[in-house]
C-alpha cells in the first residue's frame, strides 16, 4: 500500500476523531446541564400550562396566547418525549437536546463542504459553536435554541442548492425555515430574509446565465406551500399576540440591541477584557467583522461570480443585513421593538457565520491567523463559563430545585405549607405537581409578599426579606440572594 494512501487514511481518520470528539463532548455538556439544571420559571410555565392541553387547538383559539410562552414545536416535542421518558428535566429539555445535534452536525457538514485546510476549518467550526450564551438555550426546554438549530440545518441546505441548483435542497432550505418560525415566532425575520435572498439568487441566474426558464420558474415556486401554510396556521396566534402586546419586548435601539448581544456573549467577562470599556470594544469588532465579510464578499462574488463558495458567502450576509433591515422596517412601521436577550438568539449563528466564512474562504495569511485567534479565543472564552449550576436569563432559579427538596427532606410534621416568592412560583409547583414534594401542601400563587405567618416556610430574595411577618426566621441561605424562612 503506497504511504501516501496510508498518510491519506490516517488523516481523515483523525480529523473525523477530532470533530467527532468536539461534538460528543459539546453534545454531553449540554446534556449534563438539561439533567443537573433546576427547572426555570418559563420552561416550567410551559409544563403545567401546555403538557394537558390539545395545542393543535391553540392556532385558533386565543386562551393559549395569554404570553408569548408557548413556543409550539418546542411544547409539541416536550409533550412527546415526557410521554416516552417519564417527567424528568431530562425529558422535558430532550427537544432542545436533540436540536443541539442538529446544531452541531449541520454546522460541521457546512464548514467542511468549504474544502479548507483542517485547522482553519476547525477553527470555524469552533467559532460556530462555542458562543457560552448560545450553548445555554439548547439545554433549556424553550424554543430559542431550537431556532439556531433548524437555520443552520436552513442554511447548510441553501448552500447545496447554489452549489448543485437541485430543487431538493431548496426545499430542504424551506424546510428547516419553516420549523424554525415553529420554534418560535421570532424566526419569521429569517424566513422572509431567506425568501427575499433566495429570489434575488433566482434573478441573478435567470439574467446572467443560461439557464432553463422553465426550471427557474418551478424552483420561484419552492416558497409558496411554507408561506402558504404559515400564514394559515399563525394569522391568529400572532393577531392574538399583537393584541396583547407582546411583540412590545425589546429594544428602541439597533446599537443596544447589538450591544445586548455581546454583553450576553461576554457574560462574566463584560468587564474582564479591557475594564469598562469591554463591552464596547468588542461590539465594535463584531460590526467591523461583519462590514470586513460584506465587502469582502461583495469583492469576490464581482470578480469571480462563478465560485459557489463565495456566492454563498454573499448569500449569508444579505440575510443578516436583511434581518437587520426588516427590524428596522418593523420598528418604524409596525412599532416593535428590536430583538434583544434570548429573542436575539438566532442572531448569533446568523452574525457568526458569515464572518467564519470569510475568513474561512479568505486565501490570505493574515485572515487565516485572524480565523485560527478567533477560534482559539472562543475556546479560552468559553472555559470560564462551562458550569452545571445556572443559566443566565433564569439565573434567580438556580436554587429552587434545592430549596424544594430541602423542605421535602425536613425532619417536621407534614404537610408543612411553603410560600415562595412569584418568581420561583412556577418552577417550585413544577416539583409539587410531578410528585417530588409529597410533604408540601399545596403551592399558593402570591405576586405580593404575604405580610402574615399563614405559611410554615417562606422562601423569598434577598430584597423581600423585611417585608416578612415577625415571625419568621432564617432556616437556611441558599447562595448570596436566596433566603429560606421558618415560622417559629
Known amino acids: 500500500m503506497p504511504a501516501i494512501f496510508v498518510l491519506r487514511i490516517v488523516k481523515t481518520k483523525t480529523t473525523y476523531l477530532i470533530f467527532g470528539g468536539t461534538i460528543a463532548l459539546l453534545l454531553a455538556y449540554t446534556t449534563a446541564r438539561a439533567c443537573l439544571l433546576s427547572m426555570t420559571h418559563d420552561e416550567s410555565s410551559t ?12 392556532f385558533h383559539s386565543p386562551k393559549c396566547w395569554g404570553t408569548a410562552n408557548l413556543h409550539w414545536l418546542n411544547t409539541f416535542i416536550m409533550k412527546g418525549t415526557v410521554k416516552l421518558f417519564g417527567v424528568s428535566e431530562f425529558s422535558v429539555r430532550l427537544p432542545n437536546l436533540l436540536t443541539h445535534l442538529v446544531y452541531l452536525i449541520f454546522s460541521y457538514l457546512l464548514v467542511r463542504e468549504m474544502w479548507r485546510p483542517f485547522w482553519l476549518t476547525f477553527a470555524a467550526f469552533l467559532i460556530l459553536n462555542l458562543s457560552p450564551y448560545l450553548l445555554e438555550f439548547f439545554a433549556l426546554a424553550r424554543g430559542y435554541g431550537m431556532i439556531c ?4 440545518m436552513s442554511l447548510y441546505f441553501l448552500w447545496k442548492y447554489i452549489d448543485t441548483r437541485k430543487n431538493k435542497f431548496a426545499i430542504g432550505s424551506f424546510s428547516g425555515a ?6 418560535n415566532f421570532v424566526a419569521l425575520n429569517y424566513l422572509m430574509a431567506l425568501t427575499g435572498v433566495f429570489y434575488l439568487w433566482l434573478i441573478y441566474v435567470l439574467f446572467f446565465e443560461k439557464n432553463n426558464t422553465k426550471k427557474i420558474f418551478t424552483h ?4 409558496l406551500p411554507f408561506l402558504i401554510t404559515l400564514a394559515a396556521l399563525l394569522y391568529r ?5 399583537s ?47 461583519v462590514i470586513m465579510a460584506t465587502v469582502h464578499a461583495t469583492r469576490q462574488f464581482i470578480r469571480k461570480p462563478q465560485d ?41 449563528p446568523l452574525g457568526l457565520l458569515p464572518v467564519a466564512l470569510c475568513l474561512l474562504l479568505w486565501e490570505n ?11 482559539l479565543f472562543s475556546v479560552i472564552h468559553l472555559v470560564p463559563h462551562i458550569n452545571f449550576t445556572q443559566c443566565r436569563e433564569w439565573w434567580y432559579d438556580k436554587h429552587t430545585k434545592e430549596m424544594a427538596l430541602y423542605v421535602e427532606n425536613l425532619k417536621v410534621e407534614k404537610p408543612v405549607k411553603l410560600g415562595v416568592h412569584w418568581t420561583f412560583q412556577p418552577s417550585t409547583m413544577y416539583y409539587w405537581k410531578t410528585g417530588q414534594l409529597n410533604a408540601i401542601d399545596e403551592l399558593l400563587y402570591n405576586k405580593d409578599i404575604r405580610t402574615d405567618d399563614y405559611f410554615d416556610y417562606y422562601y423569598v430574595p434577598l430584597g423581600d426579606t423585611a417585608k416578612l411577618h415577625s415571625a419568621y426566621v432564617v432556616e437556611k441561605q441558599f447562595g448570596y440572594d436566596w433566603w429560606l424562612f421558618r415560622k417559629e
Open 220 to 223: 420561484s415556486l419552492t416558497p
Open 47 to 58: 409544563y403545567l400550562n401546555y403538557l394537558n392541553m390539545n395545542i393543535w387547538q391553540c
Open 365 to 375: 495569511k493574515w485572515a487565516n491567523r485572524l480565523l485560527i485567534g478567533i477560534g
Open 237 to 241: 396566534p400572532i393577531q392574538f399576540l
Open 178 to 183: 419553516f420549523l424554525a418560525v415553529m420554534s
Open 149 to 152: 438549530g433548524w437555520i443552520m
Open 308 to 348: 459557489t463558495r463565495t456566492t454563498f458567502l454573499l448569500a449569508t450576509v444579505l440575510i443578516i443585513l436583511s434581518v437587520i433591515l426588516i427590524q428596522k422596517v418593523q420598528f418604524h412601521v409596525m412599532g416593535t421593538n428590536y430583538l434583544i436577550l434570548r429573542t436575539a438568539l438566532m442572531l448569533v
Open 243 to 289: 393584541t396583547g402586546g407582546e411583540f412590545k419586548y425589546g429594544s428602541s435601539s439597533l446599537y443596544q440591541s447589538l450591544e445586548t448581544m455581546v454583553r450576553d456573549y461576554l457574560q462574566t467577562k463584560a468587564d474582564g477584557y479591557f475594564g469598562k470599556n469591554t463591552i464596547i470594544i468588542f461590539t465594535c469588532l463584531a460590526i467591523a467583522l
